[in-house]
């Protein structure tokens, strides 16, 4: 019988303020804990970890609420199946949990699961939104500052946002060589891409900027980064070196709270979202544009500006050369036949 959600974990001493945590909430963050640890061993984002960690939270939680005895590859057709009946989520969505089960069960708890066969969401053909290279420009003329840079590089290198533009640390950046370096992206791949020539002076004149922050961060005892890995570790005062600062750092500092150094995380994601969101509606473009859409348009002008396929996928970072395909559909939309209705009313 399966025992990996049973605990031997007894409760341990608290204060009389605090509510002592139940043996169930102390084996939940134990198992989540050794996720982490193992996600960040295969070297996945940041991103990643946060996403498997709540879907494994979830099945846990789904676990203990319907007193669920099955194991296995069962338990996780009885999530699944419920992501899909009962929520409704999306084809994506379930397979996003889907992996972070099987992850789950073969890294943490050492187990094939075996065969899954769980209702699955449909999965509809959707070709992605792409921007124009008119309405591009005019959404940057809305743009200004670090801002507009970092959407400058997503649609001139089409990188990821999150995973690919604002992980970039300084020393990612070769002005010799004209090349950004894309070292985790997703799936752990790297690539390396010319930088647009339109963007260098910007971006000489931003890591000025970026260098002046870091400087006054260390005089104020501050200028520490968190560093990918175990490389904390190997190189002890690499943290505080400038080629390892985010290329686009934040505002604000924070304090690590488990060991106390003090720095600067990057740009958050949800600042670039509300920028572009604010840029579009005062260009008055009405579709749903997203920082990802830049990634789409890059892809989109680049196979209409003649690059191979190929190419394009090697660009973007994709394992299969299915997933670039998907771009050749956005062109097939501009076709040279003639509705009848212009023959009829010419």
């Known amino acids: 019988m399966n025992t990996a959600f049973k605990s031997n974990v007894y409760p341990i001493r608290r204060p009389d303020n605090e509510v002592p945590k139940s043996r169930q909430q102390i084996k939940k963050e134990s198992l989540l804990e050794t996720l982490r640890k193992a996600i960040r061993l295969k070297h996945y984002s940041k991103a990643t970890e946060r996403v498997y960690a709540t879907w494994v939270s979830s ?6 609420v319907r007193h669920s005895e099955v194991h296995g590859a069962k338990a996780i057709e009885e999530f699944l199946t419920y992501l899909a009946v009962e929520k409704k989520v999306a084809a994506s969505t379930q397979n996003q949990a889907f992996n972070a089960l099987l992850f789950f069960y073969r890294r943490v708890l050492g187990q094939e699961p075996g065969e899954i066969n769980a209702s699955r969401a449909k999965k509809p053909m959707r070709v992605p939104v792409v921007c124009t290279r008119e309405e591009v420009q005019a959404i940057l003329e809305q743009l200004k500052g670090d801002i507009w840079l970092v959407v400058a590089l997503l649609y001139g290198c089409g990188l990821r946002s999150e995973v690919d533009c604002l992980s970039l640390r300084v020393k990612d950046i070769d002005f010799g060589q004209g090349t950004v370096t894309i070292r985790e992206s997703k799936g752990g791949s790297a690539r390396v891409l010319n ?8 971006l000489q004149r931003h890591l000025q900027k970026v260098k002046a922050i870091h400087d006054m961060d260390l005089r104020e005892g501050w200028g520490v980064v968190e560093l990918p890995g175990a490389l904390a570790r190997k190189y002890p ?5 400038f080629g390892w600062q985010y290329l686009f750092p934040a505002a604000t500092r924070w304090v ?3 060991n106390g150094d003090q720095g600067r995380p990057h740009i958050h994601p949800s600042a670039i979202q509300k920028a572009v969101k604010s840029a579009r509606v005062a ?6 544009v997203t920082p ?3 990634r789409h348009s890059y892809a989109t002008h680049l196979l209409e500006d003649g690059e191979t396929i190929r190419t394009v996928q090697e ?3 994709h394992k299969s050369v299915k997933t670039t ?6 062109m097939q939309k501009k076709t040279s036949v003639k509705s009848p209705l212009d023959r009829l009313l010419r």
């Open 59 to 64: 099945f846990i939680d789904f676990r203990i």
């Open 195 to 202: 930088i647009p020539s339109a963007v260098v002076d910007r």
């Open 237 to 241: 005062n690499a943290n505080r070196e």
């Open 256 to 258: 690590n709270q488990e």
């Open 283 to 288: 260009a008055r473009i009405n579709k749903h």
């Open 292 to 294: 990802h859409t830049f």
């Open 315 to 317: 660009l973007l970072g």
């Open 325 to 330: 395909m998907i771009y050749t559909h956005v």
